[in-house]
């Protein structure tokens, strides 16, 4: 998504301001900006040192991977104050209500994140594409159902939220609506994830079963199995959103909506950056350039709007990673435990 203002899509000024609501829950507030002594993290640092808080885990840029195709994986603090940065915070928040569906990481973090594509990248009609985001979404689906198959009771399906944006003015062919629209990336993604987890049609291709929809938005079901034949149902909602207020205005095409009636488990939200060159891991959003209308509802604001309240969340940058670790060990362990079969906290993640 643009981290700019796009000709056309942003109020020249904001409406008066309503904000009555409670502050958002599980957010950390931000210094006003006369009282933060660093502006790289927008106040980040900062506050969360003041207020005694665990510091961010990653910094901005840090390489936690890359593709095959030789692409980094990085992590990013700054996702633009448009409407990835919303989608973001608006997850977050709603993973912090008290009957969330969400489940926690090993850290304790909520299982929402955004991704961003590497725009600058990007090839149109090429037949490998997508090849670089199915290894990256489908490491972090593999972190993010190791995380929730200790937490989600065995006969439930485990549910993850996928979206992808349509066209803005930055990028008129959109890599993450090519992603969602076409679910022989998802089955590519969960190919990549699970290997020999995957139950698999009698030509090897990944069993996919299409669900009713929901909001209008595709549900597709797979199965994985671990080793003593235990099977277990991955639903998937493979998601599209416009780049405009019903993304986030809490009606039938909003996030909050699939998120409050799908209830997954986890959320992997996508964008794409226009002039990026690597896959990045958002790990922090603020309310920045959001005006909220009511309780889980906002608007888009002017861009200048003052933050007031953020989230630290690595939990997306260490499901890739605790993924990709997963999935290696899957290939060089015969007849070890699959790694899917851990309980949520064993594993640990270091910062770098």
Do not use: W
Not at 184 to 210: C, H, I, W, Y
């Amino acid at each position: 998504m643009a981290t700019t203002p796009v000709n056309g899509q942003r109020p020249t000024t904001p409406p008066p301001s309503t904000d009555t609501v409670p502050a958002p829950i599980g957010a950390t507030r931000l210094a006003p900006p006369n009282q933060a002594q660093g502006q790289g993290t927008s106040g980040t640092g900062d506050t969360y040192q003041a207020s005694g808080l665990r510091p961010p885990q990653y910094q901005e840029g840090q390489q936690i991977g890359q593709t095959a195709g030789g692409v980094p994986v990085r992590t990013s603090r700054e996702a633009g104050d448009y409407y990835c940065e919303h989608a973001l915070f608006i997850s977050n928040e709603e993973a912090h209500q008290p009957n969330s569906s969400i489940v926690k990481d090993g850290n304790g973090d909520p299982a929402v994140t955004f991704l961003h594509y590497p725009g600058k990248l990007d090839q149109p009609g090429s037949a490998d594409r997508q090849a670089g985001a199915q290894q990256v979404v489908g490491s972090a689906l593999r972190g993010y159902v190791d995380a929730a198959r200790g937490q989600v009771p065995a006969n439930d399906s485990i549910k993850v939220l996928l979206t992808g944006y349509g066209a803005f003015g930055g990028a008129a062919d959109n890599p993450t609506q090519n992603f969602v629209t076409h679910p022989g990336n998802l089955d590519a993604a969960m190919d990549k994830g699970f290997g020999s987890q995957l139950v698999r049609n009698t030509d090897g291709t990944p069993k996919r079963e299409d669900l009713a929809q929901q909001n209008g938005q595709p549900v597709y079901r797979y199965q994985i199995q671990d080793k003593d034949g235990n099977v277990r149902n991955v639903d998937v909602m493979s998601a599209l959103l416009k780049v405009d207020d019903s993304a986030i205005d809490g009606g039938g095409a909003s996030l909050q909506k699939l998120e409050q009636e799908f209830r997954p488990n986890a959320v992997i939200n996508q964008g794409v950056r226009p002039g990026g060159r690597s896959f990045d891991f958002e790990t922090r959003a603020d309310d920045g350039g959001m005006r909220r209308t009511g309780n889980l509802q906002f608007t888009e604001g002017n861009q200048a709007r003052t933050r007031e309240y953020e989230y630290e969340n690595p939990s997306g940058a260490n499901a890739f990673r605790a993924g990709q670790q997963a999935i290696e060990q899957d290939r060089t362990a015969a007849g070890s435990k699959p790694v899917s079969q851990i309980q949520p906290g064993a594993r640990t993640i270091s910062p770098s």
